[in-house]
């Protein structure tokens, strides 16, 4: 306690000026140190609670304006998936409080208002703010208790609590406090520390009152705190008077104050939906900080931001049909000129016209026809494919394609396919196909080395790329290299208590978990702990039409008819059987066996692996990696996740270990589980195999199976093949090899 003696002046001061701030890294403020968190320094002395940095100068994110409007569409679509979630659970018989769901500075009655960017401060998470909690002490001998309601109160009190006798029979001097590492928390997002009396709503004077503060029996307002049980639940007050000793319940309950101030005395509202729970401040479920991460586009690509805005529905439209070749009515001579004028593009248009007459004039002249009609496709489809598009093709979308798009609103944002394919083609443009500096290629393809990554023997270099470009087509992977600078962006809007998704069912009843924003800081604006990384990341992307054949052999019931002739890209054909996973996996439930399911399955148990595999040969600890799944493109991307410097243990991976890396893929031991045949026929998933931290993981440790690989029960989630094997991706491209 003498630590935090001192440490702040009066209690407005702990919520303003003087509150000390930690030393952390800024990956660690933002996430597990953000305000609303639990913890404890080293040594395990002294519990605390996170609180916003309030100085007068706040740290600024160093983002581009087009990266904080991104992050204000990400929030809007957060707060409006969550609440929808948490908000369907009510029926007629039971309707569910909106206050329950989300925020109340995000609600207009049962509507969700989102904050705007002017109401919102994007900071960089270098300073976070402390104070001592809970504020609740026991002496180890004689269990006598005391609370404090504040720092300024503790630091006032700390002369009595050196004086209190001990008036255990062993003792000799004061008592020898501790401070009580149990907390109270509710799916409210509240939280309180140990007290003898519990939260009631008062009908005479219509308000919130603390029942229990005196003994009963007594009037005594000293108590004693009982922690002999190793079960926190069981613990339990009694009076301090020794010719008392009243004991209050055998079980230690406490109401949720901010539900209670909601319910008051409703008839027919149980008790359990009120009562907290006791808990170590310790616990993961005491605080879940709510993040989210988006690839960053590079400033040149900022325009394919302002295609996921609701407004701009028909360029994202227009977008989809030319990435995938979808057809589409050809704009006419008049459209291509008036567009063209219009945009000051006069020199362009002449230039056609030029050509236009050449043609004419020429047109018993096959030569020449053929070198006007080249010319004028190379103007037409510079047009089309500038950055950005001088004229956008009439788009053409499959029905089934077009409904799909109006139902945006069912995926969230990491699982939106739509979202997905533009920043594919954002990373696409940025990094996989933008030209290098000085010998170091920004995307550095393994089966075509650049200077700094390739061996320095020419020969040697030449034997690598061939054995790397063999173990690649035996891995059913057409394209995969190292990403020197994956360029991403984190941010935390804000947490929850005991459970870290909209539903959590509790005596079998589901119950809103409420998602509360930050409290605001000095200038009245709710905090966004923003974090960009640019760190190594290894990008992999799967041969479609291996994926395709695989898609067959398991003989999915919605598979589209494609073949390699044809001139839409499988991602388009797949993109109109997509399937929503639902609002936080609340449809990812036993269906029938669906195409988008097992591609994603696929991706996502392929990075898994791989980040074990870099695991184990590079140092890297599984909860320091992340992963991004592409699954229209078929691909994902396993990248270093800090913000520490990055010393090129994914380069160095690959210049040291190279095909061994690579060939480990195709090992069965890389497929197996620890826990054997009990693992393989629950799904080909868990902790003993492909499971990583959740922290880690893009889904939730779901949409996972080594059977996807390597052939064998199929996932959880497939109820079409219950009791059959199916075929591994692996298997199928061993397959086609032997063919």
């Given at each position: 306690?003498?630590?935090?003696?001192?440490?702040?002046?009066?209690?407005?001061?702990?919520?303003?000026?003087?509150?000390?701030?930690?030393?952390?890294?800024?990956?660690?403020?933002?996430?597990?140190?953000?305000?609303?968190?639990?913890?404890?320094?080293?040594?395990?002395?002294?519990?605390?609670?996170?609180?916003?940095?309030?100085?007068?100068?706040?740290?600024?994110?160093?983002?581009?304006?087009?990266?904080?409007?991104?992050?204000?569409?990400?929030?809007?679509?957060?707060?409006?998936?969550?609440?929808?979630?948490?908000?369907?659970?009510?029926?007629?018989?039971?309707?569910?409080?909106?206050?329950?769901?989300?925020?109340?500075?995000?609600?207009?009655?049962?509507?969700?208002?989102?904050?705007?960017?002017?109401?919102?401060?994007?900071l960089s998470p270098l300073r976070m703010?402390?104070?001592?909690?809970p504020l609740t002490f026991v002496c180890n001998k004689c269990r006598l208790f005391r609370n404090f309601e504040s720092v300024h109160q503790l630091a006032g009190s700390m002369g009595e609590l050196h004086k209190a006798r001990c008036t255990a029979a062993e003792a000799k001097g004061g008592c020898e406090w501790r401070q009580v590492?149990?907390?109270?928390?509710?799916?409210?997002?509240?939280?309180?520390?140990?007290?003898?009396?519990?939260?009631?709503?008062?009908?005479?004077?219509?308000?919130?009152?603390?029942?229990?503060?005196?003994?009963?029996?007594?009037?005594?307002?000293?108590?004693?705190?009982?922690?002999?049980?190793?079960?926190?639940?069981?613990?339990?007050?009694?009076?301090?008077?020794?010719?008392?000793?009243?004991?209050?319940?055998?079980?230690?309950?406490?109401?949720?104050?901010?539900?209670?101030?909601?319910?008051?005395n409703q008839p027919g509202i149980p008790v359990a939906r009120r009562r907290m729970e006791p808990i170590s401040y310790r616990a993961s479920s005491a605080y879940y900080a709510q993040s989210e991460q988006f690839v960053l586009f590079p400033e040149s690509e900022h325009h394919l931001i302002t295609m996921l805005e609701p407004q701009h529905e028909t360029e994202l439209a227009t977008f989809i049909c030319t990435q995938f070749r979808f057809g589409g009515r050809k704009l006419s001579t008049e459209e291509m000129k008036s567009t063209l004028l219009a945009a000051g593009e006069n020199s362009e248009w002449i230039s056609y016209?030029?050509?236009?007459?050449?043609?004419?004039?020429?047109?018993?002249?096959?030569?020449?026809?053929?070198?006007?009609?080249?010319?004028?496709?190379?103007?037409?489809?510079?047009?089309?494919?500038?950055?950005?598009?001088?004229?956008?093709p009439n788009a053409d979308l499959p029905s089934a394609v077009k409904e799909r798009l109006r139902q945006r609103s069912e995926y969230t944002s990491r699982f939106d396919p739509f979202i997905l394919a533009v920043e594919h083609e954002a990373l696409n443009r940025g990094k996989l196909s933008a030209p290098g500096d000085a010998g170091r290629a920004k995307f550095v393809r393994f089966n075509h080395l650049d200077k700094d990554l390739a061996p320095k023997n020419v020969k040697i270099k030449a034997i690598q790329e061939s054995e790397t470009k063999r173990l690649m087509s035996k891995l059913g992977i057409a394209d995969m290299g190292l990403?020197?600078?994956?360029?991403?962006?984190?941010?935390?809007?804000?947490?929850?208590?005991?459970?870290?998704?909209?539903?959590?069912?509790?005596?079998?009843?589901?119950?809103?978990?409420?998602?509360?924003?930050?409290?605001?800081?000095?200038?009245?604006?709710?905090?966004?702990?923003?974090?960009?990384?640019?760190?190594?990341?290894?990008?992999?992307?799967?041969?479609?039409?291996?994926?395709?054949?695989?898609?067959?052999?398991?003989d999915v019931l919605d598979l589209p008819e494609w073949d390699e002739s044809n001139s839409i890209k499988l991602g388009g054909k797949i993109l109109e059987v997509t399937q929503p996973f639902g609002r936080y996996f609340s449809l990812l439930k036993e269906d029938e066996a669906s195409t988008y399911r097992y591609i994603y399955t696929l991706l996502h148990t392929y990075a898994h692996t791989l980040m074990k595999n870099v695991a184990e040969l590079s140092g890297l600890d599984l909860g320091s990696m992340g992963e991004y799944i592409f699954p229209l493109d078929f691909a994902f991307v396993v990248y270093r996740n800090g913000t520490t410097m990055d010393l090129g243990n994914l380069s160095s991976l690959w210049r040291n270990e190279n095909n061994r890396f690579l060939a480990r893929l195709l090992e069965n031991s890389t497929h197996r589980c620890n826990s054997g045949r009990l693992c393989d026929s629950t799904g080909g998933a868990c902790p003993d195999c492909i499971m990583i931290p959740e922290t880690?993981?893009?889904?939730?440790?779901?949409?996972?199976?080594?059977?996807?690989?390597?052939?064998?029960?199929?996932?959880?989630?497939?109820?079409?093949?219950?009791?059959?094997?199916?075929?591994?991706?692996?298997?199928?491209?061993?397959?086609?090899?032997?063919?």
């Amino acid at each position: 306690m003498s630590k935090h003696r001192g440490m702040l002046a009066n209690d407005d001061e702990s919520k303003t000026l003087h509150a000390p701030t930690m030393a952390r890294s800024r990956g660690q403020l933002g996430s597990a140190y953000a305000p609303g968190a639990f913890f404890t320094f080293e040594g395990g002395l002294g519990a605390c609670i996170s609180i916003p940095d309030l100085s007068a100068t706040e740290d600024d994110a160093p983002i581009q304006p087009e990266t904080k409007s991104q992050i204000v569409l990400r929030l809007q679509e957060i707060w409006q998936s969550w609440f929808a979630r948490a908000y369907e659970i009510g029926t007629g018989e039971r309707e569910i409080d909106p206050r329950l769901c989300l925020d109340e500075s995000l609600l207009k009655g049962s509507v969700v208002v989102p904050l705007g960017g002017d109401s919102l401060s994007f900071l960089s998470p270098l300073r976070m703010g402390y104070s001592p909690a809970p504020l609740t002490f026991v002496c180890n001998k004689c269990r006598l208790f005391r609370n404090f309601e504040s720092v300024h109160q503790l630091a006032g009190s700390m002369g009595e609590l050196h004086k209190a006798r001990c008036t255990a029979a062993e003792a000799k001097g004061g008592c020898e406090w501790r401070q009580v590492d149990v907390i109270f928390v509710h799916w409210s997002g509240e939280w309180m520390p140990v007290t003898p009396g519990r939260w009631e709503w008062d009908e005479r004077n219509n308000a919130i009152r603390l029942y229990g503060e005196e003994c009963k029996v007594c009037g005594g307002q000293d108590f004693k705190l009982n922690t002999d049980s190793p079960r926190i639940g069981q613990w339990h007050f009694y009076c301090a008077n020794p010719k008392c000793g009243h004991k209050g319940s055998s079980s230690w309950r406490q109401n949720d104050r901010f539900t209670t101030g909601i319910f008051r005395n409703q008839p027919g509202i149980p008790v359990a939906r009120r009562r907290m729970e006791p808990i170590s401040y310790r616990a993961s479920s005491a605080y879940y900080a709510q993040s989210e991460q988006f690839v960053l586009f590079p400033e040149s690509e900022h325009h394919l931001i302002t295609m996921l805005e609701p407004q701009h529905e028909t360029e994202l439209a227009t977008f989809i049909c030319t990435q995938f070749r979808f057809g589409g009515r050809k704009l006419s001579t008049e459209e291509m000129k008036s567009t063209l004028l219009a945009a000051g593009e006069n020199s362009e248009w002449i230039s056609y016209e030029n050509w236009m007459k050449i043609r004419e004039l020429e047109k018993d002249n096959p030569t020449i026809l053929k070198i006007a009609d080249d010319e004028i496709n190379k103007l037409i489809t510079r047009w089309t494919t500038s950055t950005p598009p001088l004229l956008r093709p009439n788009a053409d979308l499959p029905s089934a394609v077009k409904e799909r798009l109006r139902q945006r609103s069912e995926y969230t944002s990491r699982f939106d396919p739509f979202i997905l394919a533009v920043e594919h083609e954002a990373l696409n443009r940025g990094k996989l196909s933008a030209p290098g500096d000085a010998g170091r290629a920004k995307f550095v393809r393994f089966n075509h080395l650049d200077k700094d990554l390739a061996p320095k023997n020419v020969k040697i270099k030449a034997i690598q790329e061939s054995e790397t470009k063999r173990l690649m087509s035996k891995l059913g992977i057409a394209d995969m290299g190292l990403i020197r600078e994956f360029d991403l962006c984190r941010f935390t809007h804000g947490y929850t208590r005991v459970s870290a998704t909209p539903i959590l069912n509790r005596h079998n009843q589901d119950m809103p978990v409420r998602l509360k924003l930050f409290e605001p800081l000095r200038n009245g604006k709710r905090p966004i702990y923003v974090v960009t990384q640019a760190n190594e990341a290894l990008y992999v992307r799967l041969d479609p039409v291996v994926v395709y054949k695989w898609l067959q052999s398991i003989d999915v019931l919605d598979l589209p008819e494609w073949d390699e002739s044809n001139s839409i890209k499988l991602g388009g054909k797949i993109l109109e059987v997509t399937q929503p996973f639902g609002r936080y996996f609340s449809l990812l439930k036993e269906d029938e066996a669906s195409t988008y399911r097992y591609i994603y399955t696929l991706l996502h148990t392929y990075a898994h692996t791989l980040m074990k595999n870099v695991a184990e040969l590079s140092g890297l600890d599984l909860g320091s990696m992340g992963e991004y799944i592409f699954p229209l493109d078929f691909a994902f991307v396993v990248y270093r996740n800090g913000t520490t410097m990055d010393l090129g243990n994914l380069s160095s991976l690959w210049r040291n270990e190279n095909n061994r890396f690579l060939a480990r893929l195709l090992e069965n031991s890389t497929h197996r589980c620890n826990s054997g045949r009990l693992c393989d026929s629950t799904g080909g998933a868990c902790p003993d195999c492909i499971m990583i931290p959740e922290t880690s993981c893009l889904a939730q440790n779901q949409l996972l199976s080594r059977a996807v690989l390597k052939g064998g029960h199929p996932p959880r989630e497939d109820a079409t093949h219950k009791g059959q094997r199916i075929k591994g991706f692996l298997e199928i491209v061993n397959d086609i090899d032997e063919k």
